[in-house]
């Protein structure tokens, strides 16, 4: 497990965890003894052993990184989850937390306060994913495509969208058209937010580093900062059912 390094800029505390999964191992022991019995019973659920893999792994990860945050054995930490199915702490006073998996590689992000969304998906060709526009993009993006074609690619896009509706517990599916993700006039790589979902707090993202041929963001809402308005800036340097996937989605 590797700890990235974040875009400068990043409020202090935020952490992201990276694992690399090996799809074709066991699930370790070590790992399985530490999930409570309702979720290995989801992991058994899943009908293929490399998403067995992956469940079992990253809980097990996650599981270890909040303990080490707040002193509770790894096995007895409780959870709870919102109405969106967005997991907590339950009583521990601990950090927040997200988690997102694609392929072979997993991301776990911790925030000592506000609330943490992040994502992972692998890269498509652009062509792949012309079904999704309709159902992903703003209107005000969909316009901007068809004027003046895509200024960031689709994947961009998306990891952004979900890590930020992510940190907000929102369904993601039926809010993906109320945010609008656009490169920002000035240094290269700098994102501009708009939106209209019912928040007043500061949003950010950030792109995260991820291997080749993924795309992968963190989103932060900063709930000590209250925004009179809906427009909100983010700024970077260029997941279990809390995480919607491009198979949910195109499929529906």
């Known amino acids: 497990m590797q700890r990235l390094r974040l875009a400068e800029g990043t409020p202090e505390g935020l952490e992201v965890w990276r694992l690399a999964l090996d799809l074709n191992a066991p699930v370790a022991v070590d790992d399985e003894r530490l999930l409570s019995q309702a979720e290995w019973q989801r992991a058994q659920r899943l009908r293929r052993h490399p998403d067995v893999v992956r469940a079992v792994t990253t809980r097990a990860a996650l599981r270890r990184l909040l303990s ?5 054995t790894p096995e ?3 959870f709870t ?23 072979h590689v997993a991301l776990i992000a911790l925030a000592p306060s506000g609330e943490v969304g992040i994502d992972i998906e692998r890269c498509r060709p652009e062509a792949e994913l012309a079904p999704l526009q309709g159902l992903v993009l703003s209107p005000s993006e969909q316009l901007g495509h068809a004027r003046d074609g895509f200024a960031l690619p689709f994947m961009e896009r998306w990891v952004v969208k979900e890590a930020v509706l992510k940190a907000l517990g929102l369904g993601i599916a039926e809010h993906l058209q109320a945010l609008s993700v656009m490169p920002a006039p000035g240094p290269s790589g700098t994102y501009h937010l708009e939106h209209s979902l019912p928040i007043s707090s500061s949003l950010q993202a950030w792109p995260l580093s ?3 041929g993924y795309a992968a ?30 198979q949910e989605i195109h499929h529906g």
């Open 76 to 78: 007895k930490l409780m």
């Open 210 to 212: 991820a291997p080749s």
């Open 68 to 72: 080490a945050h707040t002193g509770i």
């Open 81 to 103: 989850q919102s109405a969106y199915g967005k997991p907590a702490l339950e009583n521990a006073g601990g950090p927040t937390f997200n988690v997102s998996h694609s392929g």
């Open 217 to 246: 963001a963190l989103g932060y809402l900063d709930k000590s900062y209250v925004d009179a308005g809906c427009t909100c800036y983010a700024h970077g340097a260029q997941g279990q059912r809390d995480s919607t996937t491009f």
